[in-house]
């Protein structure tokens, strides 16, 4: 078994920008999805090994953090200056969640699975 201090380091920052692209965290080249948030097993380009993720809740909670503070404060905005019908309230607001949420959440999920192949967590410690 190799020692984790033997082992070249792999920048976090790099691979966890690749990871928001929804590529490869090693190459940035090859597509890391093969759907809209499944992981595809390796990488088209440079055949690493992407099956060991283990990214779980992590990017639906930060998904939920962000958005929450995102449209909260224009909830406030909205209803304080513009006082609309709550009906039109609530409606625009659950488009503006549903957007921002469908947005955020592959890429999230592709900068956590960047940040575990650059850390060497879960299954991406054997490379």
Known sequence: MKDTYDVAER??????IRGWKRRCPKCGVGHM????LTVDSSCMNCQQDLSGHRADDGPAYL???IVGHVMAPFLHIAFTHWQPDPLILATSLSVGC???SLYLLPRLKGAIVGLQWAKRMHG???D
């Open 11 to 16: 920048p976090a920052k790099p691979a966890m």
């Open 124 to 126: 991406f410690s054997q």
């Open 98 to 100: 549903v957007a921002l």
């Open 63 to 65: 998904t939920i953090l």
């Open 33 to 36: 999805f093969k759907g809209y």
